[in-house]
């Protein structure tokens, strides 16, 4: 188990560090020039050489890579230029919104998934398992932003049951994660199903009927649990996706996330703050299918044996 560990660490620190050298280069090759744009129409060359040397531009790439990567290890994800203000600090401001935004479109996306998955899958073939799946097709297809439109125009401005913008309690999050959550309890659903149907169809689970065992503990121990793993593979990736997917969403509901920060820093050029929100983003999303790996592990042994023998 150990062994197996060890090895998803690596792999972990790896795609780290391909993903802030991949950030590093893009965002410094790209025309324009941060001074210049700090400066204004009206700088001269000199204060803008001046700029740059203070700022450290100046230097080899090489060299300011090295320099921000042992910033990142040591805690410094360095300042913003336009703001003025650490990047550690700007993006914990807006991870916040970004955390309950995600965490509350999960919440919906399980409960939803996992409920008409787990009915689809009971109701083979019935009227539940059809409707199921029609809403699950239509929740997978429908794009994120166009449900949120929808979601502000109907519950928002026409029944006024929710705030359409800002972020200020805990209902102006209610449409925002309807609008996430729908497309990922349509996908969980259908995973959900399929693999409850395939353990549905092995011999101990008709053992377990002809022995006369209730079928809500049937369906629930024996059926539910050993069709996990599936399910954990894309309750993992759901998650890492809804921490990093909602820039579109904050955009239109006006939430100072950190799609929006990202979004905004891009216009601006912030290098700084782009390069640490991006990272800072990599690590949740490393983090999290790094624990969903071993999850896999706990569950199934015979995922680590087949890795250690590899």
């Known amino acids: 188990m150990w062994r197996y560990i060890g090895k998803r660490t690596l792999l972990a620190l790896g795609i780290m560090l391909c993903i802030s050298l991949i950030t590093f280069i893009i965002l410094n090759v790209i025309p324009g020039d941060v001074a210049a744009m700090m400066l204004g129409d009206f700088a001269t060359a000199d204060n803008i050489a001046q700029l740059r040397e203070n700022m450290g531009l100046n230097r080899p790439l090489p060299v300011q890579y090295f320099s921000w990567l042992g910033g990142i290890v040591r805690g410094d994800f360095g300042t913003s230029y336009f703001q003025n203000r650490p990047v550690l600090e ?44 029609h809403l699950s097709v239509f929740g997978i297809s429908a794009p994120s932003f166009w449900v949120a439109i929808l979601l502000q125009l109907y519950f928002g401005l026409q029944l006024k049951w929710f705030p359409i913008s800002g972020a200020k309690a805990a209902g102006w999050f209610v449409l925002p994660a309807f609008a996430l959550g ?50 954990i593979t894309i309750l993992g990736n759901d998650f890492g996706a809804l921490l990093t997917g909602s820039m579109i969403t904050e955009k239109i509901f ?38 969903v790996d071993i999850l896999y592990a706990v569950i199934n042994p015979n995922i680590r044996l087949t890795k250690d023998v590899n």
């Open 254 to 291: 006006n939430i100072p996330g950190v799609g929006k920060m990202l979004i905004d820093a891009i216009n601006r050029r912030d290098i700084p703050l782009v390069q640490g929100g991006v990272i800072y983003v990599a690590i949740i999303c490393v983090v999290v299918y790094f624990t």
């Open 90 to 133: 700007l993006i914990h401001i807006s991870f916040s919104y970004t955390v309950v935004i995600a965490v509350s479109a999960y919440v919906v996306a399980v409960v939803l998934g996992l409920s008409f998955g787990i009915l689809a899958a009971t109701h083979r073939g019935g009227v539940v398992d059809r409707l199921v799946m």
């Open 182 to 231: 729908t497309r990922y309890a349509a996908s969980i659903s259908r995973i959900t199903r399929t693999s409850m149907l395939e353990v549905m169809g092995q011999d101990y689970i008709r053992t377990c009927y002809a022995k006369g065992l209730n079928r809500l503990r049937v369906t629930i121990v024996h059926v539910f649990r050993n069709a996990l793993i599936p399910v």
